[in-house]
């Protein structure tokens, strides 16, 4: 793209996002705002997939989503002809702009991309100028600074995690039925084998957590719930709460005291709620950490999340118990 346009000389958008990740798709959030209060003209439509899908559907500034033929993630040689019908059906669209921030180069993307907007393509590939291609900044300041180059004069890093009035309602009766008032949250599971807890490194978690006094509760996916539920079924105060969306989920960050949790979604989604929260990195960048003050990291193995410094473990939940006594006492 030799010229980058103004995002005021824009009648409509389109943000492809090359990821599938429910992560990635919180963090893009400010995004849409930003342009959408530059130009509340301009429409925006999005196309992802992924667990992004279900939780972008319900963005107030994205006035249409469509989802593209791809499961959870993006690979080389992978669905060219959906990919390409997907591509055809867009490109008659004649959007005016299509952004893309993923720096995802597979053929099969970048092909998608020249059928949708040829010459029209922003991204790390047709774009001149930095913020694109850099990973030396948080992926909300990445976002935002993507917006600057389209003229979007303040964009904001926060992100916009709306949770519908039924949801809320819903973990409030479940909640009361359990006669839980405060708790910590503990998830178990990471975006890959090598974030996730074994039920070892839990069960010794929640031996320590105790100290805090707060009962524990592991969220769990339908399809997990059985397993997770038999993994605790020793924990009394620990219980199992299966989600049926990601709402669910987010009401539940957002109204515990404390998140304990390896680097996925829920680091994000709590940095969304400014919630305190204890992350177990075992690749931290710039990039990925968490977008939250009140966030305490622990940096374990590359390899594995389950090997790290049990004493500076100690010394976190000694903060976490600190934060607590002040905020119960209050």
């Not at 303040?154 to 995690?161: E, F, G, Q």
């Not at 719930?225 to 987010?250: C, I, R």
């Not at 400014?274 to 622990?298: G, R």
Request: some cysteine; proline content about 6%; aromatic content about 10%.
């Amino acid at each position: 793209m030799k010229q980058i346009p103004s995002v005021q000389s824009l009648r409509n958008i389109l943000i492809l996002r090359g990821e599938g990740s429910l992560g990635d798709a919180i963090i893009s959030s400010c995004c849409y705002r930003g342009i959408k209060e530059a130009n509340p003209d301009i429409k925006i439509t999005v196309a992802c997939f992924g667990s992004g899908y279900e939780f972008l559907s319900h963005n107030p500034y994205i006035d249409e989503i469509i989802r593209l033929p791809i499961r959870t993630l993006i690979r080389p040689h992978q669905r060219w002809p959906s990919l390409i019908g997907a591509g055809l059906k867009l490109r008659q669209r004649h959007f005016d702009l299509v952004l893309d921030s993923s720096a995802k180069h597979f053929y099969n993307w970048r092909l998608f991309k020249w059928l949708v907007g040829g010459s029209r393509v922003l991204d790390d590939l047709t774009s001149p100028v930095r913020p694109f291609g850099a990973r030396d900044k948080h992926g909300a300041e990445h976002e935002c600074a993507i917006l600057q180059l389209l003229g979007v004069p303040h964009p904001t890093s926060d992100y916009d995690l709306p949770v519908p009035a039924a949801v809320q309602q819903s973990i409030k009766q479940r909640l009361e039925q359990n006669n839980i008032t405060h708790y910590i949250l503990l998830n178990p599971t990471g975006s890959t084998e090598k974030r996730r807890f074994h039920a070892d490194t839990l069960w010794q978690l929640c031996n320590r957590l105790r100290s805090l006094g707060l009962p524990i509760l592991v969220p769990s996916a339908p399809a997990y719930y059985a397993h997770w539920s038999n993994v605790f079924k020793e924990e009394p105060a620990v219980w199992v709460m299966q989600t049926s969306s990601v709402f669910d989920l987010f009401e539940l960050v957002r109204k515990a005291d404390w998140i304990i949790t390896p680097d996925t979604s829920v680091v994000h989604i709590a940095s969304g709620f400014k919630k305190p929260t204890l992350v177990f990195y075992n690749t931290l960048s710039v990039y990925n950490a968490p977008n939250n003050t009140k966030a305490l990291i622990i940096e374990t193995d590359p390899q594995d999340v389950n090997l790290f410094n049990w004493e500076e473990l100690s010394s976190k939940i000694q903060q976490m118990k600190d934060t607590l006594d002040s905020k119960l006492l209050a």
